[in-house]
């Protein structure tokens, strides 16, 4: 889609130079700014199979005013180049969204300087070159579509761009519990404006899925909270500590798991073996464990001291089969 960007043939008026007027330290006259509209995001399921409910598009709107544009997601002060002063929810007639619902888009109005230094960024936006725009924003509520249960939580098991029986899965995004800024962008993830979902947390919870797609598909600058960072390393130490233990855990298994199969299979190199066992994962670990410990069980039954023609032990060995 391509709804997330800088509108043509925007003409402000005086009520807008002085809205304008509450963010800047100086009065500016008319002809020394550059005065903009643009659609920030909408209610439209994006590339990465999220969405905003129309309820937070309300809630965005109230945090970008006064938010920073920049260029690419850059935090450098120097790639500053526009602020919003006003925002509104706009229903589009005729028009629905990817899931059947009426499509509302997030507006804006924003402001640049006229200057030499933006003289040919301006230039570039009225040729309709620098046009496309994403934001970033942090959001308390993911929900799927496909069971309303949290997305957050761990609770839902089902996977964003699939379709269970004829719902296509994605996670409706609600609760706006911040907005950061919204960039100049050659690509925006979300297909009407392109949205940078940031890293939230609440409760001191958070979505590691979201955050390992970001780290892998973003291509722009991450910035994390000093509590965002903490809470990411803890997560990444409490793993490192299991893994730990599922590693010592893993080899325990092996040891014992040799054991056993140089007493059901004598004849077995127990070297080979445990080479064998060191590249297996551990449901195929267990299984052998556990059809070694039946074949021993039953080369432990005690026989009848009177047995007339005892039979010779099956050695098929089929418990080993897989």
Known sequence: MTDGYIEKGYTPVQDDFDKIR???????????????????????VDRDYEKFSVAALYELGELFVGKTGIKDHSMKSSDQTARVFETWVEKVEGRKTADGEDYYVLRAKA????????????TEIEAGIKKEVSVSCAMNSSVCSVCGKSKKSGECNHINGRTYGNKLCFSILSDAADAYE??????????????????????????????????????????????????????????????????????SL?????SLCAKAIPEMDTSVFSGVASVMT????????????????????????????????????????I
Do not use: H
């Open 111 to 122: 402001y640049m300087v006229r200057n030499d230094e933006n003289k040919s960024f301006i």
């Open 282 to 321: 551990m449901k195929e670990l267990l299984s052998f464990k556990n059809a070694f410990e039946k074949q021993q069980a039953k080369q432990n039954m005690p026989q009848p001291q009177l047995s007339s023609a005892q039979k010779k032990p099956n050695k098929s060995l089929n418990e080993f089969r």
């Open 254 to 258: 092996i040891k014992e798991l040799v």
């Open 182 to 251: 919204w960039s100049f962008v050659a690509v925006p993830a979300q297909r009407d404006a392109g949205v940078t979902k940031s890293f939230n947390f609440k409760n001191g919870e958070f979505d590691m899925t979201d955050i390992k797609k970001s780290l892998i598909t973003d291509k722009n600058e991450i910035v994390l909270s000093n509590k965002e960072a903490r809470e990411i390393c803890a997560y990444i130490e409490e793993k490192e500590e299991l893994a730990a233990l599922g590693e010592e855990y893993k080899k």
């Open 22 to 44: 509450q963010f800047t330290r100086t009065d500016f006259s008319e002809e020394e700014l550059y005065v903009f509209s643009v659609i920030l995001c909408s209610n439209d």
